[in-house]
């Protein structure tokens, strides 16, 4: 059971850490308590309510099945059809506590919505959830069985392509980390922009409401920037886990910073547009925010690095951070000041570890 829960689910969370950060992100920080008890009183109460909360489940489901699949044909997963030798009725059991193992925050949402019930008095719309959670897990655990009853002990490497590009990849680090991406993390990198765009695009809905300094929309698009996290941690994963031999290389560290800097220009990119085209703001202010939210970016990815990619050790500091900034904001500190201050401190403490990194 252990085996089942450490190489599969706990992969599956860890490889997908940058999604569920940006998630988070969006739900808690973009979303009050009563846009989600109103969704939780929707998916009560509603006549298709709880249609749109199983569709929703069930899309989540099959991303881990989808998962499920392709992970255990990996090479270095041949051990997992050892489970075939298991009693029929353990197998099943086992293969049950591993779909709970994925379900878990559709089992955590599956609390809040009896807190809200109990609390508004609808417990009797409730009980479509339990059949909702057995067949889930039955499709789970019926997809489990069934890889290792059809093992597949290669990785196909060679597939055709229906769109031909008419121009070579380009030799940039920069696109291919982009494609990367795009490729094998769009659902982070959709989730993340979405998120973004929208907390811009509120900010200056807000920002046009009143007479406002550009202190107000510093610090909502200070936190439309940092929602870009998730996508943030996903570079230092495909720089460490994916383009491994990049680090090895004899490259200058001010070449190493400008890479990390132009990738994050790059990211930043949409929500900025958002802004500049609301046509609330000057170009010069836009380039303010624009230059302020690259900085944020740049220090809480020279953070990760100091603890080694780990997200839940940097919340609180991400939290702190951003409350510290806020402050600066509103006492007046220029913009400009603080964005060269961020930019020249992770140049500065990320030459000692590149310079350490090349003895």
């Not at 870009?228 to 570079?235: A, D, I, K, V």
């Not at 806020?326 to 007046?332: M, R, V």
Request: charged share 15%; net charge positive.
């Amino acid at each position: 059971m252990k085996m089942l829960l450490l190489s599969t689910v706990s992969a599956f969370f860890r490889q997908r850490a940058g999604t569920f950060l940006v998630l988070l992100g969006v739900l808690f920080g973009f979303l009050s308590a009563n846009e989600h008890h109103a969704f939780a009183v929707f998916f009560l109460t509603d006549t298709y309510g709880m249609l749109s909360l199983f569709i929703i489940w069930l899309a989540y489901s099959l991303l881990c099945a989808q998962f499920l699949v392709n992970t255990w044909k990996l090479p270095e997963y041949t051990f997992i059809f050892h489970a075939r030798t298991w009693p029929a009725l353990t197998r099943a059991g086992r293969f049950s506590m591993q779909a709970l193992g994925f379900l878990q925050p559709i089992l955590y949402y599956g609390v809040y919505l009896l807190i809200i019930a109990v609390q508004d008095k609808l417990l009797g719309f409730l009980w479509p959830i339990i059949p909702f959670y057995i067949s889930l897990v039955l499709i789970l655990a019926s997809i489990a069985e069934w890889r290792i009853r059809k093992p597949v002990l290669y990785v196909p490497v060679n597939s055709r392509s229906f769109i031909k590009w008419p121009f070579r990849r380009p030799t940039s680090w920069l696109y291919w980390s982009m494609e990367w991406l795009v490729r094998e993390r769009g659902i982070t990198l959709l989730v993340g922009k979405l998120g973004a765009m929208l907390v811009a695009a509120g900010t200056m809905l807000y920002y046009s409401t009143g007479e406002y300094d550009i202190r107000m929309p510093a610090v909502g698009m200070s936190l439309a920037y940092l929602l870009n996290l998730g996508l943030s941690l996903e570079l230092y994963q495909w720089e460490g886990e994916i383009w491994l031999w990049g680090r090895s290389l004899p490259v200058p560290v001010w070449k190493r910073w400008g890479r990390v800097l132009a990738a994050h220009m790059v990211l930043i990119v949409p929500e900025t547009m958002v802004v500049l085209r609301s046509g609330a703001l000057g170009f010069a202010e836009v380039a303010q925010l624009y230059l302020l939210g690259l900085t944020i970016l740049l220090v809480s990815h020279l953070y990760l690095y100091k603890k080694k990619g780990l997200p839940e050790n940097a919340m609180q500091v991400f939290l702190f951070g951003f409350i510290g900034l806020t402050l600066l904001i509103l006492y007046k500190i220029p913009l400009l000041l603080l964005a060269a201050c961020g930019l020249l401190f992770s140049l500065y403490a990320s030459w000692p570890r590149e310079r350490s990194s090349q003895k």
